[in-house]
């Protein structure tokens, strides 16, 4: 079986800082794994994937995540936050059962402040 | 250009009361799965379907039904709600359903039972 866990459930930032938010997963397989992020009321968006090749990524706006094999982790950065970034972050990993059956985290709120 | 659809967007049901949660989507997408959202505990698979005609249970598909008539359609089923069943839910779809292929979400529905 898959498992995620990120380790802050929630992140005070200032604007203009540098962010990292934490993802650790386990799994038996290959994995893909994902960073989605969810605004206030809206559902969840798709901000960068791993599936192969190159251990860095990026994603949308100004987001990059490293996948580090060794280590199992998957972190997400950022080197320089907005105020529009606060939203609830959430990693997820695949590659278990052969469809997109994700494995979720239980997220991360980045709380961004002026 | 909708992507994944659903209807209603909020609700209030009675212990034991039935109701369906409807999910669309215009993407012509295989692969169809809700989840459900409840604080801290991040997001939950609880059916999904690879194609029009196959449904298959995830994590936590007690007390919940569903169908999969048609590739666009993927409806949820409460047959006699339980406050158990307060939550959030979000219906998504990929292409492909693979397990490299992202979610595309639909801005979900929240669901009160008293």
């Known amino acids: 079986a898959q498992s995620v866990t990120q380790l802050d459930s929630q992140v005070p930032v200032f604007e203009e800082a540098p962010v990292e938010l934490r993802c650790n997963y386990s799994?038996?397989?290959?994995?893909?794994l994902f960073w989605y992020v969810q605004y206030p009321n809206q559902g969840l968006q798709l901000l960068l994937k791993y599936l192969s090749g190159s251990t860095l990524v990026k994603g949308i706006n100004g987001f990059e995540a490293e996948f580090n094999k060794s280590q199992t982790s998957f972190h997400l950065r950022k080197p320089s936050v907005h105020i529009s970034d606060t939203a609830e972050y959430f990693c997820?990993?695949?590659?278990?059962?052969?469809?997109?059956?994700?494995?979720f985290g239980k997220g991360t709120m980045l709380l961004v402040s002026p | 250009n909708a992507g994944v659809t659903q209807t209603p967007k909020f609700q209030v049901l009675k212990t034991g009361q039935s109701m369906t949660l409807q999910c669309a989507q215009d993407?012509?997408?295989?692969?169809m799965s809700w989840y459900r959202q409840d604080p801290g505990m991040g997001l939950r698979l609880i059916h999904y379907?690879?194609?029009?005609?196959?449904?298959d249970q995830g994590e936590v598909p007690n007390g919940y039904n569903v169908s999969r008539s048609t590739t666009e359609d993927f409806p949820l089923r409460l047959l006699s709600a339980a406050p158990s069943q307060t939550s959030v839910y979000f219906c998504?779809?990929?292409?492909?359903?693979?397990?490299?292929?992202?979610?595309?979400f639909g801005n979900g529905t929240r669901l009160t039972v008293t």
């Open positions: 799994s038996s397989v290959s994995v893909y």
């Open positions: 993407m012509n997408h295989e692969y």
């Open positions: 997820a990993v695949s590659g278990d059962s052969g469809y997109s059956t994700l494995t």
């Open positions: 998504a779809s990929s292409s492909t359903g693979g397990d490299n292929s992202p979610l595309h």
């Open positions: 379907s690879v194609g029009a005609g196959i449904t």
